[in-house]
């Protein structure tokens, strides 16, 4: 079958769909019926093809094995109040997936491959998306270098691949997090604001000896000083310090969040009163022990966003106030669901309705 795209579509003999308990959506343990794949080769992309749900070969020399150029995407679908479907800013996450794509010296995905694949392959697995409060169909774009020699060199080859899988909500209750003094995640001039692969890995020791002393997660801060607050675990931070909402200005060391974008769009179209700008530990420190810092939370696709209950510093641990309804981050994270479910205006056009 073909779709009005030109997509190839070859579908599923045995969906899975009544396999997956849509009452327990634990993050990456489902993956829907069917996956969109293209490849880069002589220079161009092939035709993009809708396939089953499958796992891939490839050779033991493929260059994404051994040097990293791997590069995601995180999105979501949601499912509207009318019943029907939403991918959410395709258009933000293709641009930042091309720039990941530029840095780590791989080949850019065309939007209409990125945008009609993802439409296509989200509208054919459409009873995937689950309506729960707080759930959404996990959109994961992601290319590898696919070209089968170990020589130490950008690969000429590589593969586009979209899968979704339902999730429902990343953090049930408020994390608990630790600055990090020690480890970095990322550095001025690396590739901290891209979403390659390397970023994630190398974050997993730090994050496990935090979890040994019994946080979720850390939030990291700058490599040269460990004094200033960059992102907590794969997330945004916000904060609201005397009633203003602040977070750190986005840097090559700091992903571009496109959660984090959305409500500071939402921020200005509710006059909230915002400052981009550097935190340092040190602020951080001082309003807790003033009574000053009101909320904190960790943003992101995966987390949309996530109250944080607890920060440790040095050894100490802050607690945030409980969160309240009326807080400034949650009424913007009510705008945001609201919006991605058609109870409130798209007045920034981020939806992509699908049917
Ligand atoms: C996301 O929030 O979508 C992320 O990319 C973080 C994570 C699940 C890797």
Redesign the pocket.
């Known amino acids: 079958m073909e779709t009005l795209t030109g997509i190839k579509i070859t579908k599923t003999k045995h969906s899975k769909l009544d396999e997956a308990d849509f009452s327990n959506l634990e ?1 990456g343990k489902y993956t829907s019926d069917h996956m969109l794949v293209a490849d880069f080769y002589h220079g161009q992309w092939s035709d993009a093809q809708i396939v089953p749900f499958a796992n891939l070969s490839m050779s033991p020399t493929a260059l994404c094995l051994h040097y990293g150029q791997t590069v ?1 995407e ?1 999105m979501k679908a949601f499912r509207m109040k009318d019943g029907r479907v939403n991918i959410f800013r395709i258009d933000k996450h293709h641009e930042r997936f091309n720039r990941s794509l530029r840095r780590m010296c791989m080949a850019e995905i065309p939007y209409e491959i990125f945008e009609e694949g993802m439409k296509e392959l989200v509208t054919l697995d459409k009873s995937w998306v689950p309506d729960a409060d707080g759930s959404s169909l ?1 959109i994961r774009p992601f290319m590898y270098a696919s070209e089968a020699k170990f020589g130490v060199k950008p690969s000429d080859e590589y593969r586009f691949i979209i899968f979704t899988g339902p999730v429902g909500q990343l953090f049930p209750k408020p994390v608990k997090m630790k600055v990090e003094r020690e480890y970095i995640r990322a550095a001025k001039g690396g590739t901290g604001s891209t ?1 390659c692969g390397g970023n ?1 890995g190398g974050a997993m020791y730090p994050t496990k000896l935090a979890r040994e002393e019994g946080y979720d997660n850390v939030i990291w801060t700058d490599a040269g000083e460990h004094e200033f607050i960059e992102e907590s675990g ?2 945004n931070l916000m904060f609201v310090i005397n009633g203003k909402l602040l977070t750190p200005p986005n840097s090559d060391s700091i992903l571009d969040g496109v ?1 984090r974008d959305s409500l500071m769009i939402i921020a200005k179209d509710m006059g909230i009163d915002y400052e981009e700008r550097p935190v340092s530990v040190n602020e951080i420190k001082d309003a807790f022990k003033k009574g000053a810092i009101t909320e904190a939370y960790a943003v ?4 949309v966003a996530s109250p944080i209950g607890v920060i440790g510093i040095d050894g100490e641990n802050y607690q945030l106030p409980p969160v309240n309804e009326s807080g400034i981050v949650f009424q913007m994270k009510k705008k945001l669901d609201a919006i991605r479910c058609g109870t409130a205006e798209d007045i920034n056009n981020w939806n992509t309705i699908v049917g």
């Open positions: 993050f995601f995180g996990y979403k994630y794969a997330m959660t992101g696709t995966a987390a």
